[in-house]
Every structure is written in structure tokens, then in C-alpha cells.
């Protein structure tokens, strides 16, 4: 360990922005960690971490000492590679399998983009100071551009859920339109700032509809479209449960549907087999009151486990089930738990996938269902279709 205690001295400073671990250590054992490789961002004085398995991305935020110890421990037990940069070096440590240890530095020639900026205020894609006149009228910016404080959570959540957007659709062709329903939209936060991201800056055709229960709030989003001249921006009051869209749907979002209210916006999409799929659940009730077992009797012991437990097992169905209709999916930390416990975001893309994959998925789920004796509705509305073979 002194060894790598001297490495790690000459191959970290506080001007690295970016590092990255690779390579990982074949796995023993005792070794259960399956990250493929982590990147590290510098956010401020702290750190982000973004972890990478084959499936899924978990993120943490670390301060440096706390991310000083985390390197020695991953260099000591899970990865051969350490690649770091600051502005004017290109920093390697390497591990080889017999353990023998090498630490470089280079004169770097093409640094990592950063993924975070180094002030957290301009890594968001809405920067604060800019002024976007709906955002004032929603209570979201000051008139000088400042986030309200008390509407900073949801600025950072909205500003990530965007990101994530962005992230998967920087590939398309801008002037192909883009048709996207944001269903239980609200007050529509999620959704103007979606519109104005999209069509303002990224200077894409987009036609975004806004689905809610709630009269007046369609009402008010409604008169919000028109003032800004938002022409491809319409908020209509309706049910996801019985929604047919006049127009063929390339994405579908959600934040905070509650409960089964994401399964029927789940269900629509897969049924007008739109491409894009990002949806936070939250209030996933529906398992809790409905499992039983006797084979996993631990998990159903204790309400708050129960609770929870059903609630993971909610998203993970999503998911699997959405795996079995053809899409590529993740499971994301969208936001830290610190700012909201309704923290996952399902992505999918409809993508190529074998007839293998998609089975393995839905065995996946019947092997839980008939566990816990629950009928989760996705699967009860792709059933009802005729689409669950
Ligand atoms: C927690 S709010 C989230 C609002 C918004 N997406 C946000 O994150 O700020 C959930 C919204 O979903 C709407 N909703 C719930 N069930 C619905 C359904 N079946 N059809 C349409 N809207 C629904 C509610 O009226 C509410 O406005």
C-alpha cells in the first residue's frame, strides 16, 4: 500500500478536473464489485463519480480526502488503470496483474472534455443569469436570472432530467421533428424548460403536448404557450390511463407520475412504439399492497422494508418488461438522494435485442411475480394487449 500511497502522491493534485479508473481487476470471490470503469468528475471542491456496470450508471459525490482513500482502495483491489488530467499533464498509474506498480506523467495533448464543469452553476445546461422569461413567470428564476431558493431542488433535478435527454438525442437529426408527450405534466416546469432547451437552443423541430388531470393548470400552461409564442407547445387535460395522441409519438417523459400512472404512460409508449422513454416514477404503492410470500418472508416483515422493497421491485418490473417489448434500458440515480427520494429514472431505447434477451427478461419477471403473488398493471395492460407471450 505505500507503494501506492507514493503513486497516488505524484499522480493527484487539486487541479485535476477529470480521472478515470479502467480496467478492471477479473473478479474473485470475495471481489463482488462489477463497476467496468468509473470517471470522476471535479465539481467545485468536490468530486462526482459516475460508476459504470454493463447495465447501469451509479453516481456519488465525494469530497477529497474521502475520494483520496476511495482511489487507494479501488487501485488496491478493482482496477489496473488510473488516468487523471489536469490542465497541463496526462497522469497514469498502472497496475499489472503480478501487482507491479508504474507511475507516469505526460504532457498532455488532448485532455477528456470535462463532463462537469468546475462551477457547479455552469455545468447545468439553463445557466442562471440567463434570462428565460417563462422560467420568471413560473417562479423558477428571479427577474435577474437568479434560481429562487426555495425552487433550487427542482432546478437541479429538471436541469439533470434535460441532460439526460440530451444526452441520448444529440445524435438526431435536428430537422427531423420530434413529437414528445409529457404525461401528468403538472405545472409544467419539466415541460417548458424541455420545449425551450430544445427549440431555443439546440434549435430542433419539436412538438411537445402536455397531459394533465388538472383543469386549471392546463388552463394556465395553456395561456403560458400562447404568450411566449411557444407555436409546438399545447397542454391538453386528460387521462394517460385512455389517451390516444392525434400524431405518432418519438418520446414520451415523465416526472413524478404517481404510482400506476406510469405504468399507463409506460404502456402508451410501448403500444405507439415510440423510440425514447424517460420516466421518474414515484409513489410506486401498487406491490406493497398486494405482496406475499412466504419464500422471502424477511422482505414483507417489516413495513418500511416491505415498502421499499416493493417499490424497487416496481421499477425494476418496469424496466425488465420494457426490456421484453425491445428496448435498451437503464435504471439511473438521476438526482442524489439527498434532494429527493424519487430519485430513479428509467431511460429506454428501442433498439435491436434477440428473442433470448427479451425472454430472459420476462422470465425475470413471471419468476417474481409468482414469488410475491402481485399483479403489477404494466404487465397486466401488455397481457390485456395480447403483447406477453
Ligand atoms: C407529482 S405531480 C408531478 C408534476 C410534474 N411532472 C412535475 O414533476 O413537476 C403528478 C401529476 O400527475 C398528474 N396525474 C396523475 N395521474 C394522472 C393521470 N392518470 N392522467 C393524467 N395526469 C395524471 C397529477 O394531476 C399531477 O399533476
Request: proline share 2%; aromatic share 10%.
Amino acid at each position: 500500500m505505500s507503494e501506492l500511497i507514493k503513486a497516488m502522491e505524484s499522480c493527484f493534485n487539486q487541479q485535476i478536473y477529470k480521472i478515470i479508473l479502467s480496467k478492471p481487476k477479473k473478479k474473485s470471490a470475495e471481489n463482488i464489485m462489477s463497476y467496468k470503469k468509473i470517471t470522476i468528475s471535479q465539481i467545485n471542491a468536490d468530486y462526482h463519480l459516475e460508476k459504470f456496470t454493463d447495465t447501469q450508471v451509479f453516481n456519488e459525490n465525494l469530497n477529497e480526502q474521502a475520494l483520496k482513500d476511495f482511489l487507494l482502495i479501488a487501485l488496491a483491489d478493482d482496477f489496473l488503470q488510473y488516468n487523471a488530467w489536469d490542465q497541463q499533464y496526462e497522469y497514469i498509474i498502472q497496475v499489472s496483474k503480478k501487482g507491479k506498480l508504474s507511475a507516469s506523467k505526460k504532457t498532455v495533448k488532448e485532455a477528456p472534455k470535462m463532463a462537469i464543469n468546475h462551477n457547479r452553476e455552469k455545468n447545468y445546461l439553463l445557466k442562471e443569469g440567463v434570462v428565460i422569461e417563462p422560467l420568471i413567470d413560473m417562479g423558477i428564476f428571479t427577474k435577474e436570472g437568479k434560481v429562487v431558493n426555495t425552487m433550487y431542488d427542482k432546478f437541479k433535478q429538471i436541469n439533470r432530467f434535460v441532460e439526460i435527454i440530451d444526452d441520448e438525442i444529440k445524435n438526431l437529426d435536428p430537422d427531423i421533428p420530434l413529437n414528445i408527450i409529457d404525461f401528468g405534466c403538472g405545472k409544467s416546469y419539466l415541460t417548458f424548460i424541455l420545449y425551450y432547451y430544445l427549440t431555443e437552443i439546440k434549435k430542433m423541430k419539436v412538438r411537445i403536448v402536455g397531459l394533465d388531470l388538472k383543469q386549471d393548470v392546463i388552463a394556465r400552461c395553456n395561456e403560458s404557450a400562447r404568450k411566449y409564442g411557444y407555436e409546438q407547445l399545447s397542454f391538453e387535460l386528460g387521462n394517460i390511463h385512455s389517451y390516444e395522441s392525434e400524431f405518432p409519438v418519438d418520446m414520451i417523459i415523465t416526472l413524478h407520475a404517481c404510482d400506476t400512472a406510469t405504468d399507463f404512460a409506460l404502456f402508451n409508449a410501448v403500444k405507439w412504439d415510440a423510440k425514447l422513454i424517460f420516466s421518474v416514477p414515484c409513489c410506486q404503492h401498487e406491490l406493497n399492497g398486494q405482496m406475499e410470500t412466504e419464500a422471502l418472508s424477511l422482505l414483507t416483515k417489516y413495513g418500511i422494508i416491505k415498502e421499499r422493497t416493493a417499490a424497487l421491485m416496481t421499477d425494476a418490473i418496469r424496466g425488465s418488461l420494457l426490456e421484453y417489448c425491445g428496448y435498451k434500458v437503464q435504471l439511473l440515480e438521476f438526482v442524489d438522494l439527498a434532494h429527493t427520494p424519487k430519485n430513479i429514472l428509467i431511460r429506454a431505447r428501442k433498439a435491436k435485442s434477440s428473442e433470448k434477451k427479451r425472454n430472459e427478461a420476462l422470465n425475470e419477471v413471471n419468476q417474481v411475480i409468482q414469488t410475491f403473488s402481485f399483479k403489477p398493471t404494466l404487465y397486466q395492460l401488455l397481457d390485456a394487449e395480447g403483447m406477453i407471450k
